[in-house]
């Protein structure tokens, strides 16, 4: 058996090993993105990376998923560094999420993902991609502020949001600005047909090519325009290692003390479920993008990623998730098993521990423009067009969500969008459940599905619409329980009956219930 999985693996090399390069090159800015959106430090970003490639990959069931620091979660890890004002302890709710999520798995809770409405899963994302947009656009122009450290001029409220962009349109850098700009346009362009139809530009990832350009512009403009460079405190820092001993000692610790904060639970439970969400619907993505339609176990996917969450926050990285993009990029570039996920993995580490010293030439205004691209596909127009055509009990939830999560924050959000979708489940189930036709004085009333005290309303109304000298059939065939009050209203209903000259025959009602009547033939 052992060996039929290594010669699995072998047999596959040729074309995992590409496909890992290619998603390196993907994850690489992404990394570094996610923890700026987040408000971490750069490295974290990429341990995390690190974690996702090295460990999670060969933990999880899926041949295909890719694990690594999620923009999906920039708002909460965003929020809680703030909240707890402490990095190492925030990486102290990281570990302890983690330990939630394994034991999220071991106690067979992967189908949570199934009873999240689609439109409250896509407001959440949404409002995620406007979250991005709104906090990338000061960095994109040049904003002169620590990127690293405290963003508190950056709230994740609409008000304080739109407070902050405003506020940053007085410190524009020109050419932070030109950088970003053009960052955006590469990354429009490898978007379009033209680029996908040439096979040379198609397997080099734009994000690359725009991480590319902002290093040559640098370069360059510093050789003929100093004054138009970016400068230092606009690029990524991260610290350089001459020595594998200096690397090591790169790695955070959490601060156990904050397990005397109550707060430390309330993010750590937030981040175990939101994560643990972000990853099954993943997860439930690239099974269906999967060309050998595999199905990868839930429960271990969750185990997984709470080990891979535990072992990042002891090591000073940012929480993960299975992510749908680098998932993709594995997928569209040919890989067919975890080795491509590894080799990620093996590359993020190697760039750290080898070429950070180059890492550190890339402006920050090109990770921007990666990260509103990003939000701009979670937040599409389209998207928004597509509810509207759905109709309220579609839009409503989905509306709601993104403006709960914009005026609060994620959770209370989704909390908001789970309600008001919840209310229209109900509602359709409360039509659905019992249905009234009429042909001239005959009246079929029928219970489609299992009917309860909360459709007797709507019991009522129907058989008051029934006329004087008519005949009424109740069919119950289809049901397989009926409510102690739907039936005792049947049978008020029956009792009077005679005094409109109402004929009523009852089709399987006896035995749904353990109340009995008499049948009025």
């Known amino acids: ?11 596959h090399l040729k074309s995992d090993i590409p496909a890992g390069i290619v ?3 993907v994850a690489l800015p992404l990394c570094l993105g996610v923890a700026l959106a987040s408000g971490a430090p750069l490295f974290s970003g990429l341990i995390a990376g690190m974690v996702g490639g090295l460990i999670v990959s060969w933990a999880s069931g899926s041949q295909l998923s890719v694990s690594g620091p999620a923009a999906g979660l920039t708002a909460i890890v965003f929020n809680a560094i703030e909240s707890l004002g402490s990095y190492s302890g925030f990486l102290v709710a990281v570990v302890l999420a983690g330990f939630l999520q394994l034991l999220f798995g071991f106690l067979k809770a992967g189908v949570i993902s ?8 896509k407001g959440m994302l949404a409002a995620i991609g406007l979250i991005l947009i709104i906090k990338q656009i000061p960095h994109a122009l040049g904003y002169d502020a620590s990127f690293e450290g405290d963003e508190s001029y950056m709230q994740e409220t609409a008000q304080t949001a739109f407070g902050g962009l405003l506020g940053a349109l007085k410190f524009i850098s020109p050419s932070a600005a030109v950088v970003s700009a053009v960052a955006l346009l ?7 047909a033209l680029v996908k139809r040439i096979t040379f530009l198609r397997i080099i990832p734009g994000a690359l090519v725009a991480v590319l350009w902002g290093i040559i512009y640098n370069i360059v403009i510093l050789e003929i325009r100093p004054e138009w460079a970016i400068s230092e405190k606009h690029l990524v820092s991260l610290p350089t290692t001459d020595n594998p001993q200096d690397f090591i000692q790169l ?32 997860l439930e993505a690239v099974d269906k993008l999967d060309p050998m339609k595999r199905v990868a176990p839930t429960n271990r996917e969750l185990k997984a990623q709470g080990i891979g969450n535990m072992l990042s926050g002891m090591i000073g990285g940012i929480p993960i998730t299975a992510v749908i993009v680098r998932s993709s990029a594995n997928i569209n570039a040919g890989g067919h098993t975890k080795v491509s996920a590894f080799t990620h993995g093996t590359l993020l580490l190697l760039s750290v521990m080898f070429f950070a010293r180059y890492l550190n030439h890339i402006p920050l205004a090109c990770l921007a423009a990666i990260l509103l691209q990003t939000g701009y596909k979670l937040a599409k127009p389209k998207l928004f067009f597509e509810f509207f055509k759905k109709g309220a009990n579609q839009l409503i939830p989905f509306m709601a969500t993104i403006i709960a999560i914009l005026v609060t924050d994620l959770l209370k959000g989704i909390v908001v969008g789970l309600l008001i979708g919840l ?5 359709a189930n409360h039509h659905a459940a019992i249905s009234l036709t009429q042909s001239g004085n005959n009246y079929l009333l029928r219970l489609n599905k299992d009917v309860t005290f909360l459709n007797r309303a709507l019991l009522r109304k129907f058989l008051d619409q029934i006329n004087e000298n008519s005949f009424l059939v109740i069919d119950g065939s289809k049901t397989q329980f009926i409510d102690h009050d739907i039936l005792e209203t049947i049978e008020d209903f029956i009792q009077g009956a005679s005094d409109t000259n109402i004929t009523v025959e009852t089709v399987d009602l006896q035995g749904k219930e353990k109340i009995q009547f008499t049948r009025n033939q």
């Not at 199934?114 to 899963?121: D, W």
């Not at 590469?186 to 379009?192: A, S």
């Not at 209310?423 to 509602?427: D, E, K, L, Q, T």
């Open 1 to 11: 058996m052992i060996h039929k999985h290594i010669d699995f693996y072998i047999s």
């Open 23 to 25: 998603v390196f090159l």
């Open 114 to 121: 199934a009873y999240f409405p689609t439109s409250v899963i």
């Open 186 to 192: 590469i990354l429009m362009l490898w978007e379009t």
């Open 251 to 282: 790695f955070s610790f959490p601060d156990f003390s904050f397990l005397l904060n109550a707060q430390t639970y309330t993010i750590a439970a937030t981040l175990a479920i939101i994560a643990s969400l972000e990853t099954l619907l993943s």
């Open 423 to 427: 209310y229209y489940v109900i509602r």
